[in-house]
């Protein structure tokens, strides 16, 4: 199975060398190429790299950075503010993967969680699952966060209240 091959030390320099492409999109398909294999490998300066791409004008550049920024975890912690303005993006899956991302940052996400409750009464419900999980995996909701939660749980629409049950259940 190729997702858990290691890659090699010539795939790697392959890699690491498409890092310097002068195309963005190419920089991020190897960086997210690593990732699936060996994110440990991955440098600071790659996930810098990555980060830098969340404000790309290209809407499929701005997902697949805050994808391989997710993948990469707590060690993404710096671009928490970034990934958080992504939620109120036009593109439902750049917010889906700025969701996503934050919960695979896990608990150092904990200031984007009254955005990630916003989202769970998005129009979309890819994007409220994915902003209930990052819920879910952020943890510590304040009092405050929770009474909001719960007010979506009175709502009409079954997969608004769907979303708030799933944030409050993990």
Same mark, same amino acid.
């Given at each position: 199975?190729?997702?858990?091959?290691?890659?090699?030390?010539?795939?790697l320099?392959?890699l690491f060398?498409a890092f310097e492409d002068?195309y963005?999109?190419v920089r991020?398909?190897?960086?997210?190429?690593?990732?699936?294999?060996?994110?440990?490998?991955?440098?600071?300066r790659?996930?810098?790299?990555a980060?830098s791409?969340?404000?790309?004008?290209?809407?499929?550049?701005?997902?697949l950075?805050a994808?391989?920024l997710?993948?990469?975890?707590?060690?993404?912690?710096?671009?928490i503010p970034?990934?958080?303005s #992504?939620?109120s993006e036009?593109q439902?899956? *750049? =917010? +889906? %993967? &700025? /969701?996503n $991302?934050? !919960?695979e940052i896990?608990p150092a996400?904990?200031?984007s969680?009254?955005?990630?409750?916003?989202?769970l009464?998005?129009t979309?419900?890819?994007v409220?699952?994915?902003?209930?999980n990052a819920?879910?995996r952020?943890g510590?909701?304040s009092e405050?966060?929770?009474?909001?939660?719960r007010? #979506?749980l009175?709502t009409?629409?079954?997969? *608004? =209240? +769907? %979303? &708030? /049950?799933? $944030?409050? !259940?993990?």
């Open positions: 199975n190729q997702a858990e091959k290691k890659p090699d030390e010539t795939m320099k392959g060398a002068p963005p999109y991020l398909l190897a960086l997210n190429h690593l990732n699936e294999h060996d994110n440990n490998r991955i440098r600071p790659d996930i810098e790299q980060a791409r969340l404000v790309s004008n290209d809407p499929e550049i701005k997902k950075a994808e391989v997710g993948r990469t975890g707590a060690r993404a912690h710096a671009c970034a990934l958080t #992504l939620l036009e439902k899956e *750049i =917010r +889906w %993967a &700025a /969701a $991302a934050l !919960g896990g996400s904990v200031e969680l009254d955005e990630l409750i916003h989202c009464s998005d979309e419900k890819e409220r699952w994915s902003a209930a819920i879910g952020i510590s909701v405050n966060q929770l009474a909001r939660i007010i #979506l009175k009409g629409e079954n997969q *608004i =209240r +769907w %979303a &708030a /049950a799933h $944030a409050m !259940g993990k």
